[in-house]
């Protein structure tokens, strides 16, 4: 089955570290997206790219990085810049510019700084 | 440019009773809207959408949506919730923007089932 598959579910971040956390899908979609969530915050975007070696800035990317150098992949660097980073971050993917397709999501990976 | 707002953070009913979870959005041109669903530590899933046509749309598991246009509104109903139903639920509708479509999310309702 398609799907977009998140890893790893918990990460745990001392001050200061760089992580990574991973985002694979195999929907064949061509825009990938990243969320950060944080409790009665909703939904705010980090960035989000539509082609391979391509990515934009959402609303919240200072202390993040992104790249795209497959179309299956789009992983995010929480940096140390990154001053409160403890969130649930989600990762979607959707048709590009198919509005009334929606995005599918992964189930997210949970970071922690301890 | 296109926004969701959420009218309730919190919504808490009883096993069997009904339920209305409110969304309004705001913009000025032609919309798709949803509505996705968030259970604990998991991702969102697709519940229901409108694109066109009829203004009330159904999902699988019992929950209606209904598109009113003259009131920007898109809310979320169910006859009798379950204790099951018990999750976060999220608004959404489709903006453009830099020459892509991006869904923007309201801020999320959770709704709790009491027995």
């Known amino acids: 089955d398609g799907g977009i598959t998140q890893s790893p579910k918990y990460l745990f971040r001392k001050e200061g570290q760089n992580v990574t956390l991973s985002c694979e899908q195999n929907?064949?979609?061509?825009?990938m997206y990243w969320y950060r969530q944080d409790p009665g915050q909703g939904l705010r975007l980090i960035y989000y790219?539509?082609?391979?070696?391509?990515?934009q800035k959402g609303d919240i990317a200072e202390g993040y990085s992104v790249s795209r150098e497959k179309k299956e992949s789009f992983p995010l660097t929480v940096t140390s810049a990154q001053k409160n980073p403890t969130a649930f971050y989600l990762c979607?993917?959707?048709?590009?510019?198919?509005?009334?397709?929606?995005?599918?999501f992964g189930s997210g990976t949970r970071l922690t700084v301890v | 440019a296109q926004s969701v707002t959420q009218l309730d953070s919190q919504v808490p009913v009883f096993e069997e009773a009904p339920v209305e979870l409110r969304c309004n959005y705001s913009?000025?041109?032609?919309?798709?809207l949803f509505w996705y669903v968030q259970y604990p530590n998991q991702g969102l899933q697709l519940l229901l959408k409108?694109?066109?046509?009829?203004?009330l749309v159904e999902s699988i598991n019992g929950f209606e949506a209904e598109f009113n246009k003259s009131q920007t509104s898109f809310h979320l109903r169910k006859p009798s919730v379950h204790i099951s139903d018990t999750a976060e639920y999220f608004c959404?509708?489709?903006?453009?923007?830099?020459?892509?479509?991006?869904?923007?999310f309201g801020q999320g309702t959770r709704l709790t089932i009491n027995p």
């Open positions: 979607a993917s959707s048709i590009l510019n198919r509005g009334n397709y929606g995005y599918t």
């Open positions: 929907l064949n979609h061509d825009a």
């Open positions: 790219s539509q082609i391979v070696n391509d990515f």
């Open positions: 913009s000025s041109v032609s919309v798709y």
């Open positions: 409108y694109l066109s046509g009829s203004t």
């Open positions: 959404a509708v489709t903006r453009f923007s830099g020459g892509a479509q991006k869904l923007v």
